[in-house]
């Protein structure tokens, strides 16, 4: 095999619950607008068919319980709390009937937006990758595998500021459940083991500033928490 002339950083991992295991993560793909609260608090009125997706480098991940730099060209950094499907095999146009065989497991998330960045490339009809897709913008917690807690279909899902409530919700209000997203981005992308997806949020989302702890809870799940340097 040739020498590579330069040579990528490693992949990221992420802690799963059982001892001394972990999950290399390949690619980050992101739903939009699978909450109807959300879709309605963000100016939407319909529901998005076929689901929106997105994507995050895997560079973004960050594991729960980290303090971080607050990201630079924002003043209005946005939590968001999801449910994280962890894949173990993948595919191409995978039936839904058979697409949770392919989870190997579910962990909660954060996926960090900055909003104004966000808002300004939707005004102008461009893409908001960089409102997505920076340093730091996907915070997960431990991954549960599928042998230990099934396929959650309910339960709460809060985030907190500093103790404050900013998003109630709970997993029977998602509009796409995780079968049809495997399913329908399948016919988009061939997945891979190590493809992970973050599946949307509830109404609630709001702002961050330096200094704050942000914490990401689902029922059932370890959370996802992160502290911003002041």
């Known amino acids: 095999m040739a020498a590579l002339e330069v040579r990528p950083p490693d992949t990221p991992t992420l802690r799963t619950s059982e001892a001394g295991s972990h ?46 730099p607050f990201p630079p060209a924002t003043e209005n950094l946005h939590h968001e709390v999801e449910l994280v499907v962890v894949l173990k095999t993948g595919g191409a146009d995978i039936a839904e009937s058979v697409a949770l065989s392919h989870v190997y497991g579910y962990a909660v998330g954060n996926d960090l937006t900055r909003r104004d960045i966000q808002a300004a490339a939707k005004s102008k009809g461009s893409p908001w990758d960089m409102a997505k897709g920076f340093d730091n913008s996907a915070v997960i917690g431990t991954v549960h595998p599928v042998a230990e807690i099934g396929h959650p279909t309910a339960g709460a899902v809060t985030c907190s500021v500093d103790g404050e409530a900013r998003q109630i919700g709970d997993l029977t209000q998602m509009i796409w459940s995780v079968p049809e997203i495997i399913a329908t981005l399948s016919t988009l992308v061939t997945l891979q083991a190590g493809d992970i997806i973050m599946t949307g949020t509830p109404a609630g989302v709001g702002p961050i ?12 799940l370890s959370d996802a928490s992160v502290t911003f340097e002041a």
């Open 23 to 68: 999950i290399g993560v390949h690619r980050i793909f992101c739903v939009g607008q699978n909450y109807a609260d959300h879709v309605a608090e963000m100016g939407g009125d319909a529901k998005a068919d076929p689901p929106i997706f997105f994507m995050k480098p895997n560079s973004a991940v960050v594991q729960s319980g980290a303090t971080i």
């Open 209 to 220: 500033v330096r200094g704050q702890t942000c914490l990401c809870e689902i029922y059932g």
